[in-house]
T-cell receptor
Framework: SQQGEEDPQALSIQEGENATMNCSYK?????LQWYRQNSGRGLVHLIL?????REKHSGRLRVTLDTSKKSSSLLITASRAADTASYFC???????????FGTGTRLTVIP | DVKVTQSSRYLVKRTGEKVFLECVQD?????MFWYRQDPGLGLRLIYF???????EKGDIPEGYSVSREKKERFSLILESASTNQTSMYLC???????????FGDGTRLSIL
């Protein structure tokens, strides 16, 4: 399977702290994406990083990509209770017509 | 904003029934996808379609079929529902296949 894997599976932090989630994948990619899912809802796209990029920022989100290690990390700074959700990485895999999603990290931010 | 609408948020059906899950998108996207999501297994691709009347199998197509008669609508069909198909089903669409996907809110299907 080309499915990625997030680490940790679950993370609990205090409001205001930073949250870091990691993603490892298996094949060469064109890009890697991060999504967020609130409980019982669909996924929402957060950020896309191309294989020739090493770091990307969007608001309080910072994503890094290391293609030599086939890994990515998502950092959420100054977390808020509203950031409580599951976070998924997704890779395209060169030649693939679809995305491969990881198993997700469940983030809980305690007010 | 792209809107992907799934016909039901919650659905309860009986074993052996034929079940239809409907998905409609309003952005003229070529690509549409059906996933199922189970605890600990993440999202698994069932089928996808890159054009009207075109379909391709994903990772777990067994027990499912799909229909795409119009560009905006992608239907998932459970030919004879079984209890192991109880799951959350998510539909998504995108204009270019490896670009961000837009998801519906999901259908939580229970097969009794």
């Amino acid at each position: 399977s080309q499915q990625g894997e997030e680490d940790p599976q679950a993370l609990s932090i205090q409001e205001g702290e930073n949250a870091t989630m990691n993603c490892s994948y298996k094949t060469s990619i064109n890009n890697l994406q991060w999504y967020r899912q609130n409980s019982g809802r669909g996924l929402v796209h957060l950020i896309l990083i191309r294989s020739n990029e090493r770091e990307k920022h969007s608001g309080r989100l910072r994503v890094t990509l290391d293609t030599s290690k086939k890994s990515s990390s998502l950092l959420i700074t100054a977390s808020r209770a509203a950031d409580t959700a599951s976070y998924f990485c997704a890779t395209d895999g060169t030649g693939a017509n679809n995305l491969f999603f990881g198993t997700g990290t469940r983030l809980t931010v305690i007010p | 904003d792209v809107k992907v609408t799934q016909s039901s948020r919650y659905l309860v059906k009986r074993t052996g029934e034929k079940v239809f899950l409907e998905c409609v998108q309003d952005m003229d996207h070529e690509n549409m996808f059906w996933y199922r999501q189970d605890p600990g297994l993440g999202l698994r691709l069932i089928y996808f379609s890159y054009d009207v009347k075109m379909k391709e199998k994903g990772d777990i197509p067994e027990g499912y079929s799909v229909s795409r008669e119009k560009k905006e609508r992608f239907s998932l069909i459970l030919e004879s529902a079984s209890t192991n198909q109880t799951s959350m089903y998510l539909c998504a669409s995108t204009g270019v296949h490896n670009q961000p996907q837009h998801f519906g809110d999901g259908t939580r299907l229970s097969i009794l």
